[in-house]
């Protein structure tokens, strides 16, 4: 059956069965560990500032730091732990991955190089590639259809709050420890260290907390119980191989001499894509980032994500029809891409605006530019996801429409926001700060509706896999761009300003794919089980 329609229809009033109220406790727990993972993330913008001083680097590397060093390895073993989520424990993976995170943050204090904190970042990113996967599978079996939109928001709006008080966390501890400490505390850290461990370390104490949790039953939500798979970490090890060069031609050559050489290709190409980048946007050995690190992080990701398609193809056919062969899916995760790469790299250099324009102290960002940020994204992703749930009993293609307006709506206060004048001022700041709140609001209102449309075209066993996939458009597309193209023009005009705003340049593209979507999601929605079992799935 093919992925099309002509035009959206109202979709069945589905799902109206109350969640328990242990689902909405579970809820409110995995809420928790998502604002932990967007501290975690989102703390190196307040510290910006005191990074760049310390170790010699640019808005570039910050961008190459918060965005791309974290997002390849997000996305990368994001796959493998997404497989791992639909067929082990979830619980138990989300408790080890919170583990490893909340590590990897706290060795970021120690960070004494570039490299170094480039490394920890890349640890971060691993171990959160564990959450969302096993949060969604998880929200998806203990809420019912209708309600999955508000509840994937509301898990979502960890994120925004996670944002706001990394901000604020970030900036009193800068302050107070530099304060007490003004050439270097215990250690000989500087408060931007103090502040990685601050945030780090009582992440190992709410992970045993994810550890007391009750691991729902797959699928019985939607009657699709689905039973454990025999042997989780073989599929695991298989998965991994698929993605992680240099084992990916390992599992390329065992499919064929035909096989390997299309992945050679692939991977010489993106290489000399790479090599072109480099060399038009200036990059150098003898700088920690520039571009040379970037464009090499995104060749090796685009590369392994090439290969593990091309290996899901074969291993898992229906996993491949409903997510990588579905041009709705598709269209709704890269296009949702859009707009993360505008809202990643707004929310990025927002706290180092603040500071290196506006004169503001981390302090003052960190209380105003964290609070009301994460209070903007908090309002925005829950009325987001409200109003899809709302709209999908209307129309097919409904939650659609909510990411089209998270597209479009931030446009405007994201250009005026980084116009604003350059002398310090009050009312420079607070103007700043609303504009900025607003677009964080805006912007946050696709989330939900995206996030509950990609669980709402696969089947119970591949929400997982749907997840990674998902991520992978919001990662390296736009966190692993939008941040760092904003640095890079930031560096180049000497205009942080004109950094920004270079990044709404996505918005055309973005509304070309959410316009397919609109199209085609409707009818695959109703044909997800007839298409699984044209590709082969015993149901």
Same mark, same amino acid.
């Given at each position: 059956?093919?992925?099309?329609?002509?035009?959206?229809?109202?979709?069945?009033?589905?799902?109206?069965?109350?969640?328990?109220?242990?689902?909405?406790?579970?809820?409110?727990?995995?809420?928790?560990?998502?604002?932990?993972?967007?501290?975690?993330?989102?703390?190196?913008?307040?510290?910006?500032?005191?990074?760049?001083?310390?170790?010699?680097?640019?808005?570039?590397?910050?961008?190459?730091?918060?965005?791309?060093?974290?997002?390849?390895?997000?996305?990368?073993?994001?796959?493998?732990?997404?497989?791992?989520?639909?067929?082990?424990?979830?619980?138990?993976?989300?408790?080890?991955?919170?583990?490893?995170?909340?590590?990897?943050?706290?060795?970021?204090?120690?960070?004494?190089?570039?490299?170094?904190?480039?490394?920890?970042?890349?640890?971060?990113?691993?171990?959160?590639?564990?959450?969302?996967?096993?949060?969604?599978?998880?929200?998806?079996?203990?809420?019912?259809?209708?309600?999955?939109?508000?509840?994937?928001?509301?898990?979502?709006?960890?994120?925004?709050?996670?944002?706001?008080?990394?901000?604020?966390?970030?900036?009193?501890?800068?302050?107070?420890?530099?304060?007490?400490?003004?050439?270097?505390?215990?250690?000989?850290?500087?408060?931007?260290?103090?502040?990685?461990?601050?945030?780090?370390?009582?992440?190992?104490?709410?992970?045993?907390?994810?550890?007391?949790?009750?691991?729902?039953?797959?699928?019985?939500?939607?009657?699709?119980?689905?039973?454990?798979?025999?042997?989780?970490?073989?599929?695991?090890?298989?998965?991994?191989?698929?993605?992680?060069?240099?084992?990916?031609?390992?599992?390329?050559?065992?499919?064929?001499?035909?096989?390997?050489?299309?992945? *050679?290709? #692939?991977?010489?190409?993106? +290489?000399? =894509?790479? $090599? @072109?980048?480099?060399?038009?946007? !200036? &990059?150098? %050995?003898?700088?920690?980032?520039?571009?040379?690190?970037?464009?090499?992080?995104?060749?090796?990701?685009?590369?392994?994500?090439?290969?593990?398609?091309?290996?899901?193809?074969?291993?898992?056919?229906?996993?491949?029809?409903?997510?990588?062969?579905?041009?709705?899916?598709?269209?709704?995760?890269?296009?949702?891409?859009?707009?993360?790469?505008?809202?990643?790299?707004?929310?990025?250099?927002?706290?180092?605006?603040?500071?290196?324009? *506006?004169? #503001?102290?981390?302090?003052? +960002?960190? =209380?105003? $530019? @964290?609070?009301?940020?994460?209070? !903007? &994204?908090? %309002?925005?992703?829950?009325?987001?996801?409200?109003?899809?749930?709302?709209?999908?009993?209307?129309?097919?293609?409904?939650?659609?429409?909510?990411?089209?307006?998270?597209?479009?709506?931030?446009?405007?206060?994201?250009?005026?926001?980084?116009?604003?004048?350059?002398?310090?001022?009050?009312?420079?700041?607070?103007?700043?700060?609303?504009?900025?709140?607003?677009?964080?609001?805006?912007?946050?209102?696709?989330?939900?509706?995206?996030?509950?449309?990609?669980?709402?075209?696969?089947?119970?066993?591949?929400? @997982?896999?749907?997840?990674?996939?998902?991520?992978?458009?919001?990662?390296?597309?736009?966190?692993?761009?939008?941040?760092?193209?904003?640095?890079?023009?930031?560096?180049?005009?000497?205009?942080?300003?004109?950094?920004?705003?270079?990044?709404?340049?996505?918005?055309?593209?973005?509304?070309?794919?959410?316009?397919?979507?609109?199209?085609?999601?409707?009818?695959?929605?109703?044909?997800?089980?007839?298409?699984?079992?044209?590709?082969?799935?015993?149901?």
């Amino acid at each position: 059956m093919t992925d099309t329609t002509t035009a959206p229809e109202p979709a069945p009033d589905a799902g109206e069965t109350p969640a328990s109220p242990y689902a909405w406790y579970v809820l409110g727990v995995l809420v928790l560990v998502y604002v932990l993972n967007f501290v975690d993330r989102q703390i190196i913008t307040i510290l910006a500032p005191d990074i760049k001083r310390d170790l010699g680097l640019n808005d570039a590397d910050i961008g190459f730091l918060y965005g791309t060093a974290f997002a390849v390895f997000y996305a990368l073993f994001g796959i493998p732990l997404g497989r791992l989520a639909d067929s082990w424990s979830r619980i138990r993976l989300l408790t080890i991955g919170l583990g490893l995170w909340s590590a990897m943050t706290a060795a970021s204090g120690f960070a004494r190089s570039g490299v170094t904190l480039g490394v920890a970042r890349m640890g971060v990113g691993i171990g959160e590639a564990t959450a969302s996967p096993s949060a969604y599978s998880l929200i998806s079996d203990l809420f019912p259809k209708g309600k999955r939109g508000t509840a994937l928001a509301i898990y979502s709006s960890g994120l925004y709050v996670g944002g706001g008080v990394s901000l604020m966390i970030g900036g009193g501890v800068v302050q107070a420890w530099n304060n007490a400490y003004p050439g270097g505390g215990p250690l000989g850290l500087a408060g931007w260290q103090a502040a990685f461990l601050a945030v780090g370390l009582p992440g190992l104490l709410l992970a045993l907390w994810v550890s007391t949790l009750r691991e729902p039953i797959r699928g019985l939500i939607d009657g699709l119980r689905t039973p454990p798979a025999e042997h989780p970490f073989r599929d695991f090890g298989t998965e991994l191989f698929a993605v992680i060069p240099p084992f990916t031609l390992v599992t390329a050559a065992r499919r064929g001499m035909s096989a390997l050489a299309v992945n *050679l290709l #692939a991977g010489g190409l993106l +290489t000399a =894509a790479a $090599v @072109g980048l480099i060399l038009l946007t !200036g &990059g150098s %050995l003898d700088r920690f980032a520039g571009s040379t690190l970037q464009w090499t992080c995104i060749a090796f990701g685009y590369y392994a994500i090439f290969s593990w398609v091309t290996s899901l193809r074969v291993r898992d056919r229906p996993t491949f029809a409903l997510i990588w062969g579905s041009p709705a899916f598709l269209c709704t995760i890269l296009g949702y891409g859009c707009v993360s790469f505008l809202s990643y790299a707004s929310t990025a250099f927002a706290p180092v605006f603040a500071q290196d324009v *506006l004169g #503001a102290s981390a302090v003052v +960002t960190g =209380a105003w $530019v @964290g609070g009301f940020g994460a209070l !903007g &994204g908090f %309002l925005g992703v829950i009325m987001g996801g409200r109003m899809s749930d709302a709209l999908l009993r209307r129309n097919g293609g409904g939650r659609i429409l909510v990411v089209v307006f998270g597209l479009i709506a931030p446009t405007l206060p994201i250009w005026l926001a980084f116009s604003t004048v350059s002398a310090p001022g009050d009312n420079d700041f607070i103007h700043f700060v609303i504009l900025a709140s607003l677009a964080n609001m805006l912007a946050s209102s696709a989330l939900g509706a995206a996030a509950a449309t990609t669980q709402d075209l696969v089947l119970p066993r591949m929400r @997982g896999a749907a997840t990674a996939t998902f991520f992978l458009a919001t990662t390296l597309v736009g966190l692993a761009l939008g941040p760092y193209l904003a640095g890079y023009v930031s560096a180049t005009t000497g205009s942080l300003a004109t950094g920004v705003k270079s990044v709404l340049l996505i918005v055309p593209i973005g509304l070309a794919l959410l316009a397919a979507a609109y199209r085609l999601v409707p009818l695959a929605a109703r044909s997800v089980v007839e298409r699984a079992r044209a590709a082969g799935e015993p149901i």
